[in-house]
């Protein structure tokens, strides 16, 4: 059921009243938690000051004024439950309390365009997943045995590996082409420079809010109750590098050189009306990863490319819902051999592919190795990003006129330093 706000919020907004993501706002030299409705941000150190969370009974309002949301999202997931059920009754139409003070409100809430999002937590470890059996199958059919796409752990368990976080970046983020060793010729010797094959890769994170100890694992009907919400991603990819460097022990540099996540997390609690049931599994997994009930979300991918000074190419259209293993199977494995986790702590999907040519998730399969270019709207074709290409991802899920959605998840690549 959509609930109106007495602040405007504009049609087919990601941030209705309903959503109430958190994210980190700076406003001039201030650095606040913040939610947002419609174009408008909200920053809650400045509702703290005013007492509108004097009667939930937080223990340690200091989590309002941090910036980053680590400490925030480390309170009992009861207390952040209450903490946005408290948001959007104070922003509900029916509700005239804090509409009608006026100086909170000049504090406390400011155009987007005012205001410059930063990154969301402090991020102390990542796990990037491989979770879409579409871009597997898709990769393992150009580079291996197409009768023999998937390796043969890939069904038993959700392959990842521990990627490097300081690279992370929040929306907005230019990063640079990367610069490396390649080998474009397999009979002769390897060479060195730019990366000619950046690529994005389509993703869907999730943050965790709590920690546990060392030795400790988490079961998948527990899950859920670890992890604070989900946020888009783009893990960007130096196709030619990685192909170069991968064996035997993964992704380096390739992976390493920027990846972009959107600045506002979704709660769980606010894609609660839009779960659904996740891809049947065969053959059937270990104890420890059999999941119940709906599980996956269905929420709907898009990906621009926009060439320097031209208009947005829509390259790409997925969806959550193929994620063959779901968050909850994500954080089981990982934990399941011991390992430790902490609020803030970041988990990629992987590229999520769908089971169309239109819905793969990243340009390696969109144009097939390079076979296949991308025309754009100019007349251009690409295999691969180009220089100062931005590449744009976007997220909303939608059911009975309601649209809940995570804004954009946005970055250019500039040429190599």
């Not at 009306?273 to 599994?281: A, G, L, T, Y």
């Not at 040519?357 to 340009?363: I, K, L, R, T, Y």
């Not at 931005?390 to 959605?405: M, S, Y």
Request: hydrophobic letters at 35%; aromatic letters at 10%; glycine letters at 6%.
């Amino acid at each position: 059921m959509k609930i109106n706000s007495w602040i405007e919020v504009p049609e087919n907004s990601d941030f209705p009243l309903q959503n109430i993501p958190f994210g980190i706002a700076k406003v001039g030299q201030l650095i606040s938690p913040a939610t947002r409705i419609g174009d408008s941000v909200i920053l809650l150190s400045a509702l703290a000051d005013y007492g509108y969370f004097d009667e939930l009974n937080i223990d340690d309002l200091s989590v309002f004024y941090q910036d980053v949301l680590n400490d925030l999202i480390a309170l009992p997931k009861s207390c952040t439950i209450s903490i946005r059920e408290h948001l959007m009754n104070l922003f509900s139409a029916s509700c005239d309390e804090l509409k009608q003070d006026t100086e909170a409100c000049t504090q406390a809430i400011f155009n987007i365009n005012q205001v410059e999002m930063l990154l969301p937590v402090q991020i102390g470890d990542y796990t990037d997943f491989y979770s879409s059996i579409e871009h597997a199958t898709n990769v393992g059919v150009m580079f291996r045995d197409p009768a023999n796409a998937l390796l043969p752990n890939w069904r038993h368990l959700p392959v990842g590996y521990h990627g490097r976080s300081s690279s992370i970046a929040v929306s907005g983020t230019n990063i640079h082409r990367p610069k490396g060793q390649t080998r474009p010729d397999d009979n002769l010797p390897p060479v060195f420079g730019p990366s000619k094959q950046v690529d994005f890769e389509l993703e869907m994170g999730f943050i965790t809010s709590t920690s546990t100890n060392l030795g400790d694992s988490i079961s998948v009907e527990e899950a859920e109750n670890h992890i604070f919400g989900l946020l888009l991603f783009n893990d960007l990819s130096a196709r030619d590098i990685q192909r170069w460097e991968y064996v035997p022990l993964g992704p380096f540099l390739s992976k390493s050189f920027g990846s972009i996540v959107s600045p506002w997390i979704v709660t769980l609690e606010a894609l609660e009306p839009f779960r659904v049931e996740s891809p049947k599994q065969e053959p059937e997994v270990f104890e420890y990863l059999q999941s119940s009930g709906k599980r996956n979300f269905d929420i709907e991918l898009e990906v621009f490319l926009q060439a320097e000074n031209g208009s947005e190419n829509l390259i790409c259209k997925s969806n959550t819902k193929y994620l063959y293993w779901n968050i909850a199977q994500q954080l089981a494995h990982q934990t399941v051999a011991g390992c430790n986790i902490n609020p803030g702590d970041f988990y990629a999907s992987g590229t999520i592919s769908g089971p169309t040519p239109d819905s793969f998730g990243s340009m390696l399969e969109l144009c097939w190795k390079g076979t296949k270019p991308i025309t754009l709207s100019d007349g251009s074709q690409r295999k691969f990003a180009e220089d100062n290409d931005t590449l744009i991802i976007r997220g909303f899920t939608r059911k009975n006129g309601l649209r809940i959605g995570f804004g954009e998840c946005v970055t250019k690549i500039l040429p190599t330093k």
